[in-house]
């Protein structure tokens, strides 16, 4: 495993339509631990595939729950309801937190490492963390859609995506 270098916005990578994954093989394996190994360094709760340059539908995340760590390729959120405005933090945007409306429930479907298909419910936290990360596959960024945007270096705090 190894940790990898965070790009930063406004790197054009963090703007592609990254590629659906195809080839569920041992390289597939070694991005996800990397990823995982890279998001745990940078305190982060989520962390997607073009956020370490690699244009591909593939995101970690864990909000410290008792779920642990998910690991999931190409993700589609199949169902939303309720909504949640809160602050949110990205990885490649350093010192800058957001107010974003966000929906409250999901159920998101995509495979594992193997290309098994799963499924999984999450409201609060994990939901908005979840929709962060796709939309991360999407090229679009949280401050795209902030309500407000605010530098937090006085105040720092964890958390990031
Ligand atoms: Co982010």
């Given amino acids: 495993m190894s940790i990898r270098l965070i790009v930063k916005d406004p790197d054009p990578v963090l703007r592609e339509v990254a590629k659906e994954v195809t080839k569920f093989n041992a390289n597939l394996q070694k991005l996800l631990k990397d990823m995982a190994e890279t998001m745990y360094d940078a305190d982060g709760v989520g962390l997607a595939a073009p956020q370490i340059g690699i244009s591909k539908r593939v995101i970690v995340v864990d909000v410290g729950d008792e779920r642990g760590l998910i690991e999931m390729v190409n993700p589609v959120i199949v169902e939303q309801e309720g909504e949640q405005l809160g602050p ?9 937190n957001g107010d974003v409306l966000r929906a409250d429930r999901i159920v998101v479907k995509g495979q594992d490492s193997s290309g098994q298909f799963f499924t999984v419910e ?4 994990l939901a908005r963390a979840f929709q962060h990360e796709v939309d991360h596959l999407n090229g679009i960024l949280f401050t795209d ?9 006085e105040r720092p705090r964890k958390g990031g995506e």
């Fill in 88 to 96: 949110e933090g990205c990885l490649s945007i350093p010192n800058l």
């Fill in 145 to 153: 859609l902030a309500e407000n945007v605010y530098d937090i270096t």
């Fill in 122 to 125: 999450a409201s609060g936290f």
